[in-house]
């Protein structure tokens, strides 16, 4: 695996854990009212979704070993592009399940090179 790729995997797995680590001792209430963290949220999926775009374009394998990789692309444009109708529940779902999920592939993806 090239370098980049591995750094972009690693950056993923980076984003997945700070959104773990900023939700962690939150309830849903909590983070609804906190901006700041949602901002953070937000921004740590761009990143995921960038990381999986990237590897799509560069290495199409490599990316296909990241299950559900469209959908993460999918909610990634949905939430740079369409900001102002933004699905609290459905992100605070997405931190609850998938987040650890995804960490957990990627890592995987890293640790098989």
Known sequence: MLQKYLTWLEDLVRSCEYIASDTSE??????????????AVERNFE????VLIRLGRADPTLVARISRHRQVIDF???LAHGYDDIDEELVWEI???AVP???EEAKAVINDT
């Open 95 to 97: 931190i609850q399940h």
């Open 101 to 103: 999920a995804l960490r």
């Open 47 to 50: 990143i995921i979704g960038e």
């Open 26 to 39: 939150m309830t849903f209430d909590d983070y609804l009212s906190d901006r700041r963290t949602r901002q």
């Open 76 to 78: 990634r444009n949905r």
